[in-house]
């Protein structure tokens, strides 16, 4: 029996020309194409593909919290690929812990995602090797850093030191956790305390080089 998919992206060109690549290929079926994220879940409650190809440019809903929302839903196990353009290191670390099965990108030779295609059906996984290998390395320097953090702040001092890393304000960091300025000030002078750091552009330094933010 030949795969069966459906595809989606914002880009009604490229659908097409989608469309008939893969209704060139005997053994495999494109069920529909949607060019919003609406019409993927429309289509996921009508068929169960084998895979989704999806890209991040839809109009409606970003790609990956598509993904996030048929999971929830449980609306399909079809095996998801990504089809973009190109990948930042945060897009590629939501898509790793997505356990997104496949990644190409859309300046791949068609042979490739044909090949892509036929792996993630029969349970593989297919990945862009570069983009991936970075912020693989990347995930787990932050994730090594947060469990060291673990060990010295509270989940508190280390959200407050994340968002005062961003650049927020002491008001606006109170505004977001629903606190009061002079709580997140205590907060501030704890972690400036137990890391042994005295400003905010020293905490920033700090949390980038454990790759907080």
Same mark, same amino acid.
């Given at each position: 029996?030949?795969?069966?998919?459906?595809?989606?992206?914002?880009?009604?060109?490229?659908?097409?020309?989608?469309?008939?690549?893969?209704?060139?290929?005997?053994?495999?079926? +494109? =069920? @529909?194409?949607?060019?919003?994220?609406?019409?993927?879940?429309? /289509? #996921?409650?009508?068929?169960?593909?084998? $895979?989704? !190809?999806?890209?991040?440019?839809?109009?409606?809903?970003?790609?990956?919290?598509?993904?996030?929302?048929?999971?929830?839903?449980?609306?399909?196990?079809?095996?998801?690929? +990504? =089809? @973009?353009?190109?990948?930042?290191?945060?897009?590629?670390?939501? /898509? #790793?812990?997505?356990?997104?099965?496949? $990644?190409? !990108?859309?300046?791949?030779?068609?042979?490739?995602?044909?090949?892509?295609?036929?792996?993630?059906?029969?349970?593989?996984?297919?990945?862009?090797?570069?983009?991936?290998?970075?912020?693989?390395?990347?995930?787990?320097?932050?994730?090594?850093?947060?469990?060291?953090?673990?060990?010295?702040?509270?989940?508190?001092?280390?959200?407050?030191?994340?968002?005062?890393?961003?650049?927020?304000?002491?008001?606006?960091?109170?505004?977001?956790?629903?606190?009061?300025?002079?709580?997140?000030?205590?907060?501030?002078?704890?972690?400036?305390?137990?890391?042994?750091?005295?400003?905010?552009?020293?905490?920033?330094?700090?949390?980038?080089?454990?790759?907080?933010?």
């Amino acid at each position: 029996m030949p795969t069966t998919l459906i595809a989606a992206d914002g880009h009604p060109i490229f659908l097409l020309g989608l469309k008939h690549l893969l209704d060139s290929q005997s053994d495999l079926r +494109l =069920l @529909t194409c949607c060019s919003r994220a609406a019409k993927v879940l429309d /289509a #996921l409650g009508e068929h169960q593909p084998d $895979v989704l !190809l999806f890209a991040l440019n839809l109009p409606d809903r970003d790609g990956l919290q598509l993904i996030r929302d048929i999971r929830a839903a449980g609306l399909s196990t079809a095996r998801p690929i +990504l =089809l @973009t353009e190109r990948l930042d290191d945060e897009q590629t670390i939501e /898509a #790793l812990r997505l356990d997104i099965q496949g $990644v190409v !990108l859309k300046s791949m030779p068609i042979h490739l995602l044909i090949q892509c295609i036929h792996k993630v059906a029969s349970g593989g996984q297919w990945l862009e090797k570069d983009s991936i290998g970075h912020a693989f390395e990347k995930m787990l320097h932050r994730e090594a850093g947060a469990r060291r953090l673990a060990t010295i702040l509270t989940d508190r001092e280390t959200e407050v030191m994340g968002l005062v890393a961003r650049g927020l304000s002491n008001r606006q960091i109170a505004e977001k956790l629903i606190l009061s300025e002079g709580t997140v000030k205590i907060h501030i002078h704890n972690i400036y305390s137990k890391l042994g750091i005295n400003n905010r552009v020293d905490l920033t330094l700090y949390a980038q080089k454990k790759g907080i933010i």
